[in-house]
């Protein structure tokens, strides 16, 4: 009965506790879906916040959403603690991890290496807490958390030292010891710098000495554990680890986010040296995205480059619109004939002062010659602040229609119109022959008069002109006055 009972004893101990005897070590050389066996896969793996198993067994942490928390943690608890003297264990870990920005050279925010009472960390935050811990309960020392970060963003809330750094953090986030992030080669003493972000695969070895209570991080671009390492820190853990604890990953984006995945992952605890990992057998990381920045600002420069073409064309436009020389209803029914503002403006100089021959009830008259057919005109230039109404404004123009005896007469509106006319020479002028009929009255109505002193003249106002047979009649009782022009084009 005794020995039934003895192998009943063994039998039952060896099934009910088949990970138990394999908690000193394992490996992932590449990771597998979480099933619900409780753990008894020694594949599997616990996620928690956005952390994934990629298809080909990578371990994807963070992807780049901002502001995220990714976990991974080994399923199962292990004993740290020595039932014996009440000592932390002795561990090793190695992992093979990379860390891709969103944007090159602008970290976000980073990952850590954590040993912890639970396995889905409550209440932690993302970005500077790295999802391990929150605002209300980093630095107490009741979380027994141990930590290395590496962290890709200067907090100067925790003391960063740069945005490129490993640091040894116990209970809460100013890390205990941090160094520049680098590593060492056999050829060469002098430590060189290691860029947390390039997206490159970077192996780190941590290792805890229990009898010498000396903590050494390694880091290394090869699956070669270098000699020298990169931070040592004298530490006792075994006030600050519980007598069992879980173990694994936490990873956190901030303003800006960051891929955070792991290749591999060993651990072994009591003595010992973990597993080698072959980084060439390890699951690839995804091509590289195609970088946005530029993307970025080839659409920028393209917009910017739109949006200033698309406000010189509108200018032109408008500018065009306004200068353009728009034949109005009324124009067409008395027909004279036209030029544009921009050639009467040219023609007088830009209607300066010194071609200035006087003030008409419309507006000012201007001396111009136009520069296609060397014509001598005399341009009037209407104001808005004109005495007279429109309906006499339109008879002049009714009666500066192109005639044998008459000068030609061209207005432009717009704002202020140009009345150009035809100034004929001295003796040229036909005054023509007084005819009965209707007539039309006008006023200030600029001609060239026949004078033996070779002057233009302008008629008086309330002179009465009338059509007959295609020609217009002016009536006698036109006065010299107000407008004159000399033989050297001076007028007074």
């Not at 860390?99 to 639970?118: C, D, M, N, W």
């Not at 890390?175 to 430590?191: C, G």
């Not at 060239?448 to 009465?464: C, L, T």
């Amino acid at each position: 009965m005794a020995k039934g009972l003895k192998s009943l004893w063994l039998f039952l101990f060896l099934f009910t506790n088949p990970v138990l005897s394999q908690l000193n070590e394992f490996v992932y050389n590449g990771f597998k879906t979480p099933n619900n066996n409780n753990g008894n896969d020694n594949n599997s793996i616990s996620l928690n916040g956005v952390a994934e198993i990629q298809h080909n067994g990578l371990l994807k942490l963070t992807n780049d959403t901002t502001r995220i928390i990714g976990h991974a943690f080994y399923p199962n608890p292990i004993q740290f603690i020595n039932s014996t003297d009440g000592k932390a264990f002795s561990f090793s870990t190695a992992f093979a991890f990379a860390i891709v920005p969103e944007y090159a050279k602008l970290g976000g925010h980073g990952l850590a290496f954590t040993i912890s009472p639970s396995k889905d960390l409550q209440g932690a935050l993302p970005s500077q807490y790295l999802g391990i811990l929150n605002s209300n309960n980093t630095g107490n020392s009741s979380n027994h958390i141990f930590a290395v970060e590496f962290d890709t963003v200067q907090d100067f809330e925790f003391k960063d030292i740069n945005d490129n750094h490993v640091g040894i953090d116990i209970n809460g986030l100013v890390s205990n010891a941090s160094v520049n992030a680098s590593y060492f080669t056999e050829a060469d003493s002098t430590p060189r710098i290691l860029n947390l972000k390039s997206g490159k695969t970077i192996q780190a070895w941590i290792d805890y000495d229990s009898t010498t209570n000396q903590l050494n991080v390694t880091l290394s671009l090869s699956s070669t554990k270098p000699s020298s390492s990169i931070l040592s820190f004298d530490v006792d853990l075994s006030p600050i680890l519980q007598d069992t604890m879980y173990v694994g990953f936490s990873a956190s984006t901030g303003l800006l986010a960051s891929y955070h995945y792991i290749q591999g992952w060993s651990f072994k605890i009591r003595g010992g040296q973990a597993s080698s990992l072959d980084l060439s057998s390890l699951p690839s990381l995804p091509g590289k995205k195609q970088s946005q920045t530029g993307l970025v600002i080839g659409l920028s420069v393209t917009v910017t480059l739109i949006v200033v073409l698309s406000i010189g064309a509108a200018f032109y436009l408008i500018r065009k619109i306004k200068n353009a020389d728009v034949v109005e209803d009324w124009e067409v029914d008395i027909g004279p004939h036209r030029f544009s503002y921009k050639e009467l403006k040219h023609a007088t100089r830009g209607f300066r002062d010194k071609e200035l021959l006087g003030f008409g009830g419309f507006g000012r008259v201007y001396k111009g010659t136009l520069p296609k057919s060397n014509t001598q005109v005399a341009v009037k230039r209407i104001s808005h602040e004109s005495k007279q109404g429109f309906r006499e404004f339109a008879s002049e123009i009714a009666s500066m229609g192109r005639r044998p005896s008459m000068r030609q007469v061209v207005r432009y509106l717009e704002g202020e119109a140009g009345l150009p006319e035809e100034v004929a020479p001295p003796g040229e002028y036909d005054g023509g022959k007084r005819g009965g009929g209707g007539g039309i009255e006008f006023e200030d109505f600029v001609h060239s008069y026949p004078s033996s002193s070779g002057m233009f003249e302008k008629a008086s106002p309330r002179s009465s002109v009338g059509e007959r047979d295609g020609n217009v009649d002016v009536e006698a009782g036109l006065r010299v006055s107000t407008v004159s022009i000399s033989g050297g084009g001076d007028g007074r």
